[in-house]
């Protein structure tokens, strides 16, 4: 019957730090990392070597001792994630180990890459090295690396007036009253309103206004689930509604209804604010509202 292994447990320890010699090579990489620069060293064949090397692994012969600067930026060439940091990791949330080809170098160098999450990792990436506070002449010099910048997000206000006039300025002046003024084209014998000067359609000249009934049919509609102030409650349903007697639809919100009962071909009618709070604006429309009438069916 085979007996139990034997365990001694050992513990290998420089409580001081292990001190060791750079040689030239890599103590002039570490002397340039210092004063926040990337160097590799040329071999004989005129490859740049990052991090450098004293022997070119291709061919096994020395380096030639010339030293070009590279970077600061890179690409990724490959990379793994860390959702779990180590102790001694570089950083201590999620990142990417990356193999980084700077610019001008011929090889990678192994270092840690910060990204937001694994989908902002990709192989092609540009990254951009970010330097310790203060350097030592060490490889941790280089914090890490960070993507490049390639969107920024801004706040946006644009504050402006608009001034209603000519066609525009007598329909609102209809609203606050409470009715629709249209036109029709002089050519073509088609309503339009809200109005307008001219007929869209053939460029004719349109004819004095005239009201148009407050009631309608929706042709077509779109149920929306973000809030919008104006609606009567989430989800509503805005939709285009050709009032009776015209010839081009007029978009505005429906309620008194919930929003999956809206349908094409409903006959709605406008629900007005109360006359005292009327302006001369589409606010005065609360919204349109089913009349309770058959559905009309539409060509």
């Known amino acids: 019957m085979p007996s139990d292994p034997l365990v001694a447990q050992h513990v290998l320890e420089f409580p001081g730090g292990y001190t060791r010699t750079t ?37 096994g012969e020395p380096v030639t001792g010339e030293y070009a600067e590279v970077g600061p930026a890179g690409t990724v060439k490959t990379w ?16 990417a180990w990356a193999l980084i080809e700077l610019d001008g170098a011929d090889t990678a160098l192994l270092h840690a890459v910060a990204a937001e999450n ?8 540009r990254v951009w090295p970010v330097w310790s506070d203060r350097p030592t002449g060490h490889i941790t010099d ?14 946006v206000r644009a504050e402006y007036r608009l001034q209603a006039g000519g066609a525009l300025r007598t329909f ?20 339009y309103v809200p109005y307008r000067l001219n007929c869209p359609e053939c460029g004719q000249s349109l004819g004095d206004t005239f009201e148009v009934p407050d009631t309608g049919t929706i ?10 102030p104006r609606a009567p409650e989430v989800p509503f349903v805005s939709a285009y509604i050709l009032l009776d007697t015209t010839d081009i639809p007029m978009i505005a919100l429906i309620g008194d209804v919930p929003a999956h009962e809206v ?17 001369a604006s589409m606010a005065n429309i609360r919204w349109f509202a089913p009349t309770g009438e058959p559905d009309v069916e539409l060509s």
């Open 23 to 59: 040689g030239p090579v890599i103590g002039r990489f570490l002397t340039e990392l210092r004063a926040r620069r990337i160097v590799g060293v040329r071999t004989a064949e005129g490859r740049v070597l990052v991090p450098p090397l004293e022997y070119d692994p291709e061919t």
């Open 80 to 95: 793994a994630w860390v959702e779990e940091p180590l102790d001694g990791h570089p950083l201590d949330r999620p990142f």
């Open 118 to 125: 694994p989908k902002a990792m990709a192989a092609g990436m």
């Open 142 to 155: 280089i914090s890490h690396f960070a993507p490049e910048v390639t969107k920024i997000v801004s706040k």
């Open 172 to 191: 609102l002046e209809g609203v606050e009253r409470g009715v629709f003024l249209a036109g029709r084209c002089e050519r073509c014998a088609k309503v």
């Open 219 to 228: 042709t077509t509609f779109a149920i929306n689930n973000l809030p919008d």
């Open 263 to 279: 349908r094409q071909g409903m006959r709605v009618k406008a629900v007005w604010v109360p006359e005292s709070e009327r302006t």
